[in-house]
């Protein structure tokens, strides 16, 4: 049977995405001949206007859809206080604790050498100014508890190892080679709560 290359050029395109594989690449593609054309055309608009209309905050590098986000427009926040966090979703799981009223800063991943990613590729500089800029009291770091958020937090508070700020990290009772984004509400406050100093380790 002769090959369809549409098909196979759109499981291409779905396997681009984290976690699919070739064989559900390649379901989801079938399934996309299966819909009505208003809901194709939907899905292709709502993909394309995501893209257009989405970008990294300026200021702390979450997404938004105005030319700032809420949370640094938002003038009750605490500006003395970062949290510090790898990714744009890993804020989310914080804000739904409702606790946590300080501010953030993404760094847009972490250090590895296996991935290339070094302390260029990174908004280390951009935090480095934001401290400075904002006479930030704290900074939380709260990236992941692998080997790469490891090296990554322990970079940052070396950085500030000779100031004034206090560098806390959270406390973990989160799993070693976890992610925030499973953790659950209970778990996470508690990390957040518990954090610990670790500047001058």
Do not use: W
Request: with cysteine; net charge negative.
């Amino acid at each position: 049977m002769k090959e369809l290359k549409s098909i196979n050029k759109l499981a291409d395109s779905f396997s681009r995405l984290p976690g699919v594989g070739r064989k559900s690449a390649e379901k989801m593609a079938y399934a996309v001949l299966e819909m009505d054309q208003d809901v194709v055309n939907d899905f292709s608009n709502a993909l394309l206007e995501a893209k257009e209309n989405i970008h990294h905050c300026p200021k702390c590098g979450i997404f938004t859809e105005d030319e700032m986000c809420e949370i640094c427009s938002d003038e009750s926040r605490d500006k003395t206080k970062l949290l510090v966090v790898s990714y744009p979703k890993d804020v989310l799981s914080f804000e739904k604790l409702g606790t946590y009223t300080g501010l953030y800063h993404v760094l847009g991943g972490v250090l590895s050498a296996v991935s290339g990613v070094g302390i260029g590729d990174l908004r280390i500089d951009e935090l480095m100014n934001r401290i400075e800029e904002d006479h930030v009291q704290e900074i939380i770091l709260a990236t992941n508890p692998t080997t790469e958020g490891e090296t990554t937090a322990l970079f940052i508070a070396k950085l500030l190892e000779n100031s004034d700020i206090k560098v806390s990290r959270l406390a973990y009772g989160l799993p070693m080679g976890g992610h925030l984004e499973y953790a659950d509400s209970l778990t996470l406050s508690k990390a957040l709560e518990g954090r610990k100093d670790i500047k001058g380790e």
